[in-house]
């Protein structure tokens, strides 16, 4: 097999030579760039040779060897032949004008010694004063047992874009540029994981039905959970007998788990334990629970009820999200208004979606008159949508104060079927963890 000898000599230079071939010199403007240039290099010569190529990439006395097929595809590998190394030619010694020391003499001159001086030591004891004790040994603060520290995330090579494809192909550890898309995501990501608010709650509102709430929800309760671990997110369906929140968790509850049965536990003793409250949880893929309405609604209509319900989850759980109904006079409705730290409004681009949230905002101001400024609209795209409503739209909630953000079309809402978050297209993902940050940062501003 042909083998590429690539020496890089600078940041922004290398030299390849190839058997019987002259030495290509390749130049880029910056390091990420002059991987891409030896990538491509590399596939054309294997596309001349119509076989795969070694490459040997030199640098700084290290080596990394690569293989790369016709089709540009690169795989970290071992050469198939021995190892190139380019020895120095022998220089011949210069004749010197100086006389050579004579043999077994000392050197030359003053000579200066390589070590730093040590420090003085202690005086020598004298009657008058006896000898200090010896010092113990310097305690270190960490174990040299101990495990090393974990990378943090803005130091992780890239796996997206450009550095993320010459990560992939020549096994670089390239990090992503702090403007980056996928830098933005990490920040994202990590500010996911930030303090809430004791009972936090996160409300999903709109009046009207077929909005995409019930997806919404238990897409964001899935993505939260990803990042804060399992066990950490309750989605709590509050809508009205017949909503399809049961029929779009991805692991459907038994009979046992519902907002009854946990109501049950509540009458029967004051202190409801953490093992009885997980019974009556669905554990779902990503970690996140899921407690259902039931069959029998009208046990948690009241406020009060409902209002235990989010004191008991609150005591094992750190973030409620509440997939609401569609009456604004249900107390369920209310309490979710009231008790929300951050409410999300979703809207697809129709009439009368529109002009439904619009009326959402103002029933909602006249439960809580300060809920707008911890509110956000989501404008979801999907099939159907008008998309001139979209400017009256913008400039209608932004009236109000309230901001809007965007979502992409996802067919696993629009499709009525389970919900899972690795179903979910890479775009939605990514605007779900975006939205889920938001959420968190509305709730610590709630908190503080």
Same mark, same amino acid.
């Given at each position: =097999?042909?083998? +590429?000898?690539?020496?890089?000599?600078?940041?922004?230079?290398?030299?390849?030579?190839?058997?019987?071939?002259?030495?290509?010199?390749?130049?880029?403007?910056?390091?990420?760039?002059?991987?891409?240039?030896?990538?491509?290099?590399?596939?054309?010569?294997?596309?001349? =040779?119509?076989?795969?190529?070694?490459?040997?990439?030199?640098?700084?006395?290290?080596?990394?060897?690569?293989?790369?097929?016709?089709?540009?595809?690169?795989?970290?590998?071992? $050469?198939?032949?021995?190892?190139?190394?380019?020895?120095?030619? $022998?220089?011949?010694?210069?004749?010197? #004008?100086?006389? @050579?020391?004579?043999?077994?003499?000392?050197?030359?001159?003053?000579? =200066?010694? @390589?070590?730093?001086?040590?420090?003085?030591? !202690?005086?020598?004891?004298?009657?008058?004063?006896?000898?200090?004790? !010896?010092?113990?040994?310097?305690?270190?603060?960490?174990?040299?047992?101990?495990?090393?520290?974990? %990378?943090?995330?803005?130091?992780?090579?890239?796996?997206?874009?450009?550095?993320?494809?010459?990560?992939?192909?020549?096994?670089?550890?390239?990090? &992503?540029?702090?403007?980056?898309?996928?830098?933005?995501?990490?920040?994202?990501?990590?500010?996911?994981?930030?303090?809430?608010?004791?009972?936090?709650?996160?409300? %999903?509102?709109?009046?009207?039905?077929?909005?995409?709430?019930?997806?919404?929800? +238990?897409?964001?309760?899935?993505?939260?959970?990803?990042?804060?671990?399992?066990?950490?997110?309750?989605? +709590?369906?509050?809508?009205? /007998?017949?909503?399809?929140? #049961?029929?779009?968790? @991805?692991?459907? $509850?038994?009979?046992?788990?519902?907002?009854?049965?946990?109501?049950?536990?509540?009458?029967?003793?004051?202190?409801?334990?953490? /093992?009885?409250?997980?019974?009556?949880?669905?554990?779902? &893929?990503?970690?996140?629970?899921?407690?259902?309405?039931?069959?029998?609604?009208?046990?948690?209509?009241?406020?009060?009820?409902?209002?235990?319900? *989010?004191?008991?989850?609150?005591?094992?759980?750190?973030?409620?999200?509440?997939?609401?109904?569609?009456?604004? +006079?249900?107390?369920?409705?209310?309490?979710?208004?009231?008790? *929300?730290?951050? %409410?999300?409004?979703?809207?697809?681009?129709?009439?009368?979606?529109?002009? /439904?949230?619009?009326?959402?905002?103002?029933?909602?101001?006249? %439960?809580?008159?300060?809920?707008?400024?911890?509110?956000?609209?989501?404008?979801?795209?999907?099939?159907?949508? *008008? &998309?001139?409503?979209? #400017?009256?739209?913008?400039?209608?909630?932004?009236?109000?104060?309230?901001?809007?953000?965007?979502? $992409?079309?996802?067919?696993?809402?629009?499709?009525?079927?389970?919900?899972?978050?690795?179903?979910?297209?890479?775009?939605?993902?990514?605007?779900?963890?975006?939205?889920?940050?938001?959420?968190?940062?509305? =709730?610590?501003?709630?908190?503080?």
């Amino acid at each position: =097999m042909t083998t +590429l000898e690539v020496e890089i000599t600078s940041a922004t230079t290398a030299r390849v030579t190839a058997p019987d071939t002259k030495v290509v010199q390749l130049t880029a403007a910056d390091r990420t760039a002059l991987w891409t240039a030896i990538h491509q290099h590399s596939t054309h010569h294997a596309l001349e =040779m119509a076989a795969p190529v070694d490459v040997a990439v030199r640098e700084a006395g290290k080596h990394k060897f690569v293989t790369v097929t016709p089709d540009g595809t690169a795989t970290a590998s071992t $050469p198939s032949g021995p190892i190139p190394t380019r020895d120095a030619p $022998p220089t011949q010694p210069s004749p010197s #004008t100086e006389p @050579a020391a004579p043999q077994g003499s000392g050197p030359v001159g003053p000579v =200066m010694p @390589a070590a730093e001086p040590l420090p003085p030591g !202690p005086a020598p004891p004298t009657p008058d004063r006896p000898a200090a004790p !010896p010092r113990a040994a310097p305690r270190r603060g960490v174990s040299t047992l101990a495990a090393p520290s974990s %990378v943090e995330a803005g130091r992780e090579p890239a796996r997206l874009g450009l550095r993320g494809c010459v990560n992939a192909l020549l096994g670089a550890r390239l990090t &992503p540029k702090p403007s980056s898309r996928e830098a933005r995501l990490r920040r994202t990501a990590a500010a996911l994981t930030g303090p809430l608010p004791d009972r936090a709650t996160v409300a %999903v509102v709109n009046v009207k039905g077929g909005v995409g709430k019930t997806p919404l929800a +238990l897409a964001l309760a899935a993505t939260v959970a990803t990042h804060r671990g399992a066990g950490s997110v309750v989605a +709590l369906d509050l809508g009205e /007998a017949g909503s399809s929140f #049961t029929d779009r968790v @991805a692991i459907p $509850p038994t009979d046992e788990q519902n907002t009854r049965s946990l109501l049950t536990q509540l009458d029967a003793a004051d202190d409801v334990g953490s /093992a009885a409250v997980a019974r009556c949880l669905a554990r779902q &893929p990503s970690g996140e629970d899921a407690l259902v309405a039931g069959a029998a609604t009208g046990c948690a209509a009241s406020f009060a009820d409902v209002d235990r319900l *989010a004191a008991l989850l609150g005591r094992y759980r750190e973030l409620l999200v509440v997939d609401t109904g569609n009456s604004h +006079l249900a107390d369920r409705w209310r309490w979710a208004i009231e008790a *929300a730290h951050a %409410v999300l409004v979703p809207v697809p681009l129709r009439h009368d979606a529109a002009a /439904a949230a619009h009326r959402t905002l103002h029933t909602m101001t006249t %439960v809580r008159p300060d809920v707008l400024a911890r509110t956000v609209v989501i404008i979801t795209d999907g099939p159907g949508d *008008a &998309p001139v409503v979209e #400017t009256d739209v913008v400039d209608a909630f932004t009236h109000l104060g309230v901001p809007v953000c965007r979502m $992409p079309f996802e067919p696993q809402f629009a499709s009525g079927e389970r919900i899972t978050l690795g179903a979910l297209r890479r775009p939605t993902r990514d605007a779900l963890t975006v939205l889920a940050a938001t959420a968190v940062e509305l =709730m610590i501003r709630a908190r503080t």
